[in-house]
């Protein structure tokens, strides 16, 4: 069903019963739809058109919520979470941010994602009143003076700040779904926008770290290779009839893998550097890609940019950056940007190819499609 306060009394009926609920993206073509359903064999299916019985496979007791990653892999996998997660992860999130039963949310996320999705079961648990709209356009946020709270993705950020509105009646603007660049927080800080950059997946309930600090309850270390692990109340049971990807995904004490490269300071602080996945190693030096791109997108021939790797018969891999210019008939060289992030990054890390592009491909959260 496309987001609307139907979706409400769905989670309502499902939780009063014992049941649980995979949210389906409206977006998704009646192939990826059957191909969805197919994978995860509910027992009933509920739309626009009323319910259905299916021939499914129910879930544990405990189980609130089933829902699909989405990851720039293309590979999906179905997150089971318990009751428990979801409630701890929503009180621990309201206490980080101080969101009460009064206070006003707009839902904006598609309700097929973990995002999207907390902000509707902040309704059920907590009793705060949700504003609906399917898009966020400077319009709809200068009409919606009394909302306080949202959850946003960073190229909706972007475009209002860059429109101009004033985001100041927001008391916490949280921000996930994927990195956010240091320009867009020097551009939110600017601004008076209260923005929580947020770090977390759908295996954790989504975030868990909101402004680099693990919530309450929540626990984050660097393993030895530099992968970070999390542990706590919110973390999903596991994945949807693959006990092999859920055994891999834990560590024999119960930390759930991350696969994202990172620290954590002696404060507590976390600093994520990206997907292990993603890192190039170029003349046996280790480059994360968002710390290239960080560098790359200040230029101002920049409009977007993604860091890859390619095949390199000297250096093993080499650092490749494709650019949408923001004027076509007037491209940066490839001098011209290794000059300009020489400045703030060392020069092995450096791109040693550029190409340029029309638009980078995107998931439906705004995640750029490295591969």
Known sequence: MPASRAWLSVLRAARDAGAAVLPVDVRLSAREQAALLAQARPTVAVGVEGARRLEGVPVGDDIELVVATSGTSGHSRLVELPRDAVDAAIRASADAIGAGSADRWLACLPPAHIGGLLVLERRLLLG????????????????LPEVRFTSLVPTQLLRLLDAGIRLGTFRAILVGGSGMSAELVDKASQAGAPVVPTYGMTETCGGVVYAGQPLAGVEVRADASGELLVRGPTLMRGYRFD???TAAAFTAGGWLRTGD??????DGAVHVSGRLADVIVSG???IWPAEVEAALAGHEDVAAVVVSASSDREWGQRVVARVVPRRRSHPPTLEALRAYAGESIARHKL??????VD????TALGKIRRR
């Open 351 to 356: 791109p040693r190819e550029l190409i340029i």
């Open 284 to 286: 046996g030096e280790k």
């Open 128 to 143: 705060a009143p949700i504003t609906f709209r399917r898009r966020v356009t400077p319009t709809v946020i200068a009409g």
């Open 359 to 362: 638009h980078l491909e995107r």
């Open 243 to 245: 006990s092999p990807a």
């Open 261 to 266: 490269g990172g620290t954590v300071g002696s």
